[in-house]
């Protein structure tokens, strides 16, 4: 390996690497063991943007449209499957029956209004109003439309419509007070079928409260278990269950709903909602392809994402953004209005963009954005008119244009509740919620079981899944560089060190590369060894002066077999003090809700998993080609080596793990290194495991229960040989059955 290893990265400059130096984000540190030599120069940090504060739901996110459409199409199912893993519906929970209780109907002059409640899981309602045209034959188009945060959601009454109506914002004192309910009235009046849906916590939906789904601002220790755990604890994160999650989940049956009536034409579906309800609506777009025309207002924009836990999830916008979640619905017709909000700017930032997309797909005139900046955050009269018009256009309603709403009489809460001594509310709080995700994750766990009697299927679905929860496969060839190269020569071997960076991300890692010369000579065999110490970890602890190998990397060097280590994130020199990370850093927000760190950046431990692949994809696309590329994770690395090896499929040869009983499931902080959101969904780090099958694995740490499914895939693929299982766990052990492999 005496090539140079390529060219080196431009740095981002001594500013963002000073501030690095003294930044701890907020992270609580604990010793180092000892000091070690260097790759980069002492007192100096990687030049990696990791080491820049977090994003939150208030930065830039804005949206690059692809440059063709085979892009759009690999990059649009990449991204459905993020989304659908950030929700908890990747697997989709199981569609049980819905149960609908349809009641109370109210006669209106032109139109009706009903009561519903269904359920979207197993004893999880859905509640709200259904409106009706009277007298209108045949199918007919239908509609959802979920709320934002109005107070008391359905029930809502604006008592300050006077003034609504002096700015033009209202024309009538019952819309004004109720604009939730004059858009399901006019929407209605104009033929359609409407279902007026609750948020979790308002109006009838209250088996979730209001402080848990919307509120929530503390960690409760009393629901942070690993049995029954309740929402936005470490175990719901990791295993993707959220309040936004239940919310898309009941937009999903709401759907389903709504197409099962016999009024409904299936063909003509939409959906539309402001704010929150704007959120509810793209995100159903994204995911749903029955909605066939969608209109989010005030919602779509390169800004502010949602300040809400409701329509937050660990994973959902890392890399992307609201307006990419948007441009998912092309090139079917999408509607928005914006205002003198986190909107403003959408006609010079976001709707640019999304025109382009449009136009790439060959529907320029199928996306519109109207901007009412005159107006603040709404879904007032003059919003609900544009909405109106692209309706009756995309749905092919035929009315004459404009569409003027009308008056109405609004309905009051208790006309409107769908509870009553024939109906009484279903049981709430605490236990219901700890039995609701229970069903949800004994669901998901039921289907990968299923799934596992196929290697394909469960590849496709948990290994889709996995990586979605890294958020990165392979970097592709060349796209990981070495810059800062230096050699040294030893009397038997060769020590390669730098910094090996991916440049289009920003992100850098020192490493370094033992090579065996002498006679005997490299066989073609390479091994990534992971350490928690980094680097230092497979390094001879008594010499602090230059890299020299320990004993068992030695060991591996004097059979001809090269060995690469590396610091990944906040290891080694990624430390200013020396001094080992104990709490990730985490965004402003005081609201001890993951989703507000971690919904905008990967965590620590996905980051750590992700500099594995780089050190893979190095590897791999090296001049010198190795033969082999062999993975060893001991002494608290063996689920970053699982993960990795799972992601990385058939290009790690062989690998040595110590799991050591490690669960992502069982970490019991949200900043704790090893949180990982989603970590657990796909049956954890046996899952990760299974996913490795049927290549050469040494397998130390686990339980025989909890591989028997992994031995049984490794039966049936006809190489039980193939899987070694140790009684005791030491890096002896491991390298002795790396040394027993026969050379390529």
């Avoid at 990791?238 to 009536?261: E, P, Y």
């Avoid at 976001?350 to 107006?375: A, C, I, Q, Y």
């Avoid at 109906?423 to 004994?442: A, I, Q």
């Avoid at 065996?516 to 490299?522: A, E, R």
């Amino acid at each position: 390996m005496k090539t140079p290893m390529l060219s080196s990265i431009q740095r981002l400059g001594n500013t963002v690497r000073s501030i690095a130096a003294t930044l701890t984000l907020g992270a609580a540190l604990i010793p180092s063991i000892w000091a070690a030599p260097r790759v980069l120069p002492e007192a100096t940090l990687p030049n990696d943007r990791r080491l820049q504060a977090p994003k939150d739901l208030d930065g830039y996110f804005p949206f690059t449209p692809p440059a063709s459409v085979s892009e759009w199409n690999e990059r649009a199912e990449q991204l459905r499957v993020q989304i659908l893993v950030s929700q908890g519906l990747w697997p989709m929970p199981t569609r049980t029956a819905l149960n609908p209780v349809i009641h109370g109907r109210i006669e209106q002059s032109d139109y009706t209004v009903e009561k519903v409640f269904f359920e979207s899981m197993p004893g999880f309602f859905v509640t709200g109003n259904l409106y009706r045209p009277k007298n209108r034959p045949g199918r007919l188009p239908g509609i959802l439309c979920p709320h934002g945060h109005w107070s008391d959601g359905r029930f809502t009454d604006n008592r300050n419509i006077k003034q609504e109506i002096v700015t033009g914002a209202e024309r009538f004192e019952d819309s004004g007070r109720s604009v939730l309910q004059a858009r399901c009235v006019q929407l209605a009046r104009m033929g359609c079928v409407v279902f007026h849906y609750d948020m979790l916590g308002y109006a009838d939906s209250q088996q979730i409260s209001m402080g848990i789904a919307h509120s929530f601002g503390k960690q409760r220790p009393e629901m942070n278990s690993q049995k029954d755990w309740g929402l936005y604890s470490p175990q719901a994160e990791s295993h993707c269950q959220s309040v936004m999650g239940l919310q898309t989940w009941n937009s999903i049956r709401s759907l389903d709903f709504l197409i099962s009536l016999d009024d409904v034409d299936p063909a003509r579906i939409a959906a539309t909602g402001a704010s929150g309800g704007g959120t509810q609506t793209f995100m159903l777009g994204a995911v749903d392809p029955r909605l066939a025309v969608a209109f989010p207002a005030v919602m779509v924009s390169t800004a502010m994402q949602g300040g809400c836990t409701c329509e937050n999830a660990s994973g959902l916008r890392v890399d992307t953004g609201n307006i990419e979640f948007a441009a998912l619905f092309a090139p079917k017709p999408l509607g928005m209005t914006g205002a003198d909000d986190w909107t403003r700017e959408m006609m010079t930032r976001g709707f640019p963009e999304l025109k382009r997309h449009w136009t790439l797909l060959g529907k320029p005139d199928l996306v519109m954005h109207k901007s009412l900046n005159h107006f603040g955050h709404n879904y007032n009269y003059p919003s609900r008119a544009v909405m109106y018009s692209w309706l009756n256009k995309h749905l092919k309603l035929g009315l004459e244009e404009p569409v003027v709403e009308q008056d109405y009489p609004r309905l009051k809460p208790e006309q409107l509740t769908v509870w009553s001594k024939e109906h009484p509310k279903p049981e709430g709080g605490v236990e219901f919620e700890k039995k609701l995700l229970r069903w949800w994750h004994e669901d998901a766990r039921e289907q990968l079981q299923a799934a596992q009697t196929s290697p394909e299927r469960f590849h496709s679905l948990a290994g889709k899944g996995l990586q979605a929860v890294i958020g990165r496969s392979l970097p592709a060839p060349g796209a990981v560089k070495v810059t800062q190269p230096k050699e040294e020569v030893d009397d038997n071997f060769l020590v390669f060190t730098g910094m090996l960076s991916e440049e289009s991300r920003n992100e850098e890692i020192p490493h370094v590369f033992f090579f065996p010369k002498g006679s005997k000579g490299w066989k073609g065999r390479l091994v990534i060894w992971l350490h928690p110490d980094g680097k230092s970890g497979i390094c001879d602890p008594s010499n602090t002066s230059a890299f020299r190998p320990n004993a068992q990397t030695k060991r591996l060097l004097d059979a001809g077999i090269a060995v690469a280590t590396a610091d990944l994130l906040y290891q080694g020199e990624f430390l200013s003090d020396g001094r080992k990370l104990e709490s990730t850093p985490k965004v402003k927000n005081p609201r001890e809700a993951a989703a507000y760190t971690f919904g905008y950046n990967a965590s620590v431990c996905a980051q750590r998993i992700r500099d594995v692949l780089k050190l893979i994809s190095f590897t791999k696309h090296h001049p010198m080609s190795p033969k082999t590329i062999e993975l060893v994770g001991l002494d608290g690395a063996g689920h970053w080596a699982a993960a990795a090896r799972a992601v990385s499929g058939a290009v790690v040869t062989r690998a040595a793990i110590d799991t050591q009983g490690f669960r992502f499931g069982h970490v019991s902080r949200i900043h704790d290194p090893n949180f990982l959101p989603g970590g657990a969904r796909f049956n954890d780090v046996p899952g990760m495991l299974m996913l490795g099958a049927p290549g050469p694995l040494w397998l130390s740490g686990e339980s025989p229960s909890d591989i028997a499914a992994l031995q049984a895939a490794y039966v049936k693929e006809g190489l039980p040989e193939q899987l070694t299982v140790a009684s005791a766990a030491s890096a002896e052990a491991a390298v002795d059955w790396l040394l027993a492999a026969a050379n390529p």
